[in-house]
């Protein structure tokens, strides 16, 4: 799958090799809030949980992984979008359904960027003839990013408990047919 520069911004797929990047942004507990119980991941918890568990479900034909956002003006690292099959770590996967989100420095929040960023890959998705559903979830009291979801044309399903692996959250989820 290709994803496109879009107007203010360009996507890279992250790799191991971006653990700096993924550390960085985790360290600001506002921007960790709603996130993992609201602390902040150590350099251990980047390099023995996180990149494992990225390259678990990067597919790069199929657009899956975190991808690196980045101002088109000059290079600036302004967060990630990550994209993965929906219930990716369950024992029953949804291989057709894509669970989209997002994760920006706080610097960078009100800017439109988080918008501009999923509205891309939505559009991205809409041309994949194997994905039926986009689907995302965050805690209720997150409201920015239930905004965003809203924008993105998605529609409340449920307010329930999302199993993983690192921690079971209640969270709602919000999904939209492609």
């Known amino acids: 799958m290709k994803v496109n520069d ?5 996507y890279e797929i992250m790799t191991a090799g ?3 990047l993924l550390f960085e942004l985790d360290q600001d507990p506002e921007v960790m809030r709603y996130v993992g119980g609201g602390q ?3 350099r251990q918890d980047i390099d023995k949980v996180m990149i494992p568990r990225m390259q678990s479900y990067t597919n790069r034909e199929k657009g899956w992984g975190v991808w690196k956002v980045s101002s088109k003006i000059d290079g600036c690292y ?3 979008i ?3 099959p929906a219930d990716f770590f369950s024992d029953s996967p949804q291989f057709d359904n894509i669970e989209i989100g997002w994760r920006f420095f706080r610097k960078f929040w009100g800017n439109g960027y988080a918008t501009e960023a999923a509205q891309q890959f939505k559009q991205a998705f ?5 994905v039926i559903k986009l689907t995302a979830i965050a805690i209720e009291e997150n ?3 239930v905004n965003i979801m809203k924008k993105l044309g998605m529609k409340f399903i449920k307010k ?10 209640e969270v709602v989820f919000y999904e939209m047919d492609i």
């Open 126 to 130: 809409m041309t994949c003839d194997e």
């Open 18 to 20: 971006d653990s700096d």
């Open 143 to 145: 409201v920015a990013s």
């Open 82 to 84: 990550i994209i993965r």
């Open 6 to 10: 879009s107007e203010r911004l360009q």
């Open 160 to 169: 329930d408990i999302h199993k993983d692996p690192l921690g079971d959250n």
């Open 78 to 80: 302004l967060g990630w």
């Open 40 to 42: 902040i991941n150590s």
